[in-house]
């Protein structure tokens, strides 16, 4: 006697059932062995010219004591990882950063080729990123609130929050407060050509009254700012030389501000 459609839908549900059980365990018994493999396999996912010691923990849950690229200290690095990211063919970790006294924390995203940094939170000095080029020389306080920010191929994809600079001060000019400065991603930053503009001012008080652009292109490693440079109270003998020899280089526009063009290699 053929079997009753009752009978067939209640067979191919309970394979159904089964084949949904068989499938959980195994994904179950992966995410065991990933969470016991050692942390120095995330080396394997670093770029080529980045160096991880001392790692610790595992692959689920681990640190690097330092990162290291090119003989440069990078700061150590500490990760977890969101299991049902895995799920979704994505790669979802919340990452800790730190370098001397300076500490990021943010929620890392890697799907395909682009990677997606959200919630970056964090500060410290900036003596801590003089071993980046861009701050050398430059002292201060520094803080961090991205609210999102993607890379894919070498191109900004998306940008959005502010750094702020906080009791400027350089080691070419002692004694001298500079004051502090923002840095705002807002809902034009991101280019067609892949790279982003971050709008800069000055937070209203130091000797100089400072605006412009800061653009960042990373396919090319490059950081430009572009803007105006103005005198707002008197200066240091030194730094009033500067400002002078500056002057009689770019010349100065109608309300007395001074062009500036400075490119950084990142």
Do not use: C
Request: charged share 20%; glycine share 12%.
């Amino acid at each position: 006697m053929p079997a009753s459609p009752s009978t067939r839908s209640g067979a191919e549900s309970g394979r159904r059932s089964y084949a949904w059980l068989i499938a959980a365990a195994l994904i179950a018994a992966l995410a065991f062995v990933v969470m016991a493999l050692p942390a120095s396999l995330a080396a394997r996912f670093l770029p080529r010219d980045v160096q991880a010691s001392e790692p610790g923990g595992t692959l689920w849950h681990g640190s690097v004591a330092e990162l290291s690229s090119h003989g440069r200290s990078l700061g150590a690095a500490e990760w977890r990882v969101h299991p049902a990211s895995l799920l979704t063919g994505k790669l979802a970790a919340s990452v800790r950063w730190v370098r001397q006294d300076l500490s990021v924390d943010a929620e890392l995203i890697i799907a395909g080729k682009e990677l997606i940094a959200n919630s970056v939170r964090g500060g410290g000095s900036l003596e801590s990123l003089a071993n980046f080029g861009m701050t050398r020389g430059w002292n201060g306080k520094l803080r961090i609130h991205i609210a999102t920010f993607t890379l894919a191929e070498g191109k900004v994809r998306a940008a959005a929050g502010e750094i702020h600079l906080d009791g400027l001060s350089s080691t070419d000019f002692p004694g001298v407060d500079f004051g502090g400065a923002t840095l705002t991603f807002g809902p034009e930053a991101v280019q067609n050509d892949g790279t982003a503009i971050a709008q800069v001012s000055d937070a209203g008080s130091g000797p100089l009254q400072l605006s412009g652009t800061l653009t960042l292109a990373p396919a090319q490693s490059l950081a430009t700012f572009s803007g105006k440079l103005k005198q707002r109270e008197p200066l240091p003998g030194d730094l009033q030389q500067k400002i002078n020899e500056l002057a009689q280089m770019r010349g100065r526009d109608a309300q007395g501000r001074i062009a500036l063009d400075i490119e950084f290699v990142l």
